[in-house]
C-alpha cells in the first residue's frame, strides 16, 4: 500500500520551455502532497505544501510564478516549471499524506533543461 | 532551510556488520521517521517513530525516538549488499518535515 506515482521520470527540453510534472497517489487519498528539490549528494528541499483544492504554500526564495502547483484533487498534483532555464535543471520529487500518516515518495523526475 | 544534523555522512562496512547512525535537532520533534534513497529514485519510509524514548523495529533495522525528542538513531544489523543507498532522517516539529543531512551507506562484500 501507500504508492506514489510521479511522471514523468526523466525529461529533457530547451530552455524556455514549461515542463509539467504528475504526482498521483494510487491506493490512498492524499490530503497534502508536497514538492521536494535535490540537488546531487545533497538532502531533499522542501518547496511547496499543497491541499486539495487550495492554493499551496511555498517554502521562503521559492518563485511560485515559476513553479507552478495544482492540487486538483486528492489523488493529483501537478509541478509546472514555467519558462525552464539550465538553472532549473534538478531532481524533483512528489510525496503524499493521508492526514497524519508518513509522508509516501515518488520515484522522482530528473529534469535537465539545454 | 533548516537541517537535522545527521552522522556519520558516510561510512564504509564489511557485509555481515551491524551500522548505527543518528539523527540530531536543536529542536523538539513530535514524529520521527527514518527514509532510504537509492539513486535515481525517491525515498522509501523505513520506520516511523511517534513516543519519545519508542523503539520500533522493521526486519534488521531498529530506530529510537530519543526521549529528550531531539534526536533519533538508527541501526542496521548484519549488513547485506542491498542495504547501500543514503539513509535520511527527517523530524516532523508537527507540520512539514525537516531532512537531516544523509549518511551515505556503502557495504563491501
Known amino acids: 500500500g501507500a504508492v506514489v506515482s510521479q511522471h514523468p521520470s526523466w525529461v529533457i527540453c530547451k530552455s524556455g520551455t514549461s515542463v509539467k510534472i504528475e504526482c498521483r497517489s494510487l491506493?490512498?487519498?492524499?490530503?497534502?502532497m508536497f514538492w521536494y528539490r535535490q540537488f546531487p549528494k545533497q538532502s531533499l528541499m522542501l518547496m511547496a505544501t499543497s491541499n486539495e483544492g487550495s492554493k499551496a504554500t511555498y517554502e521562503q526564495g521559492v518563485e511560485k510564478d515559476k513553479f507552478l502547483i495544482n492540487h486538483a484533487s486528492l489523488t493529483l498534483s501537478t509541478l509546472t516549471v514555467t519558462s525552464a532555464h539550465p538553472e532549473d535543471s534538478s531532481f524533483y520529487i512528489c510525496?503524499?499524506?493521508?492526514?497524519?500518516?508518513?509522508?509516501?515518495f515518488g520515484d522522482g523526475t530528473r529534469l535537465s533543461i539545454l | 532551510g533548516q537541517q537535522l544534523n545527521q552522522s556519520p555522512q558516510s561510512m564504509f562496512i564489511q557485509e555481515g556488520e551491524d551500522v548505527s547512525m543518528n539523527c540530531t535537532s536543536s529542536s523538539i520533534f513530535n514524529t520521527w521517521l527514518w527514509y532510504k534513497q537509492d539513486p535515481g529514485e525517491g525515498p522509501v519510509l523505513l520506520i516511523a517513530?511517534?513516543?519519545?524514548?519508542e523503539l520500533t523495529s522493521n526486519g534488521r533495522l531498529t530506530a529510537q525516538f530519543g526521549i529528550t525528542r531531539k534526536d533519533s538513531f538508527l541501526n542496521i544489523s548484519a549488513s547485506i549488499p542491498s542495504d547501500v543507498g543514503i539513509y535520511f532522517c527527517a523530524g516532523q516539529p508537527p507540520d512539514k518535515y525537516i531532512f537531516g543531512t544523509g549518511t551515505r551507506l556503502k557495504v563491501l562484500a
Open positions: 491506493d490512498f487519498q492524499a490530503t497534502t
Open positions: 510525496s503524499a499524506q493521508d492526514r497524519d500518516q508518513p509522508q509516501h
Open positions: 517513530l511517534y513516543k519519545a524514548g
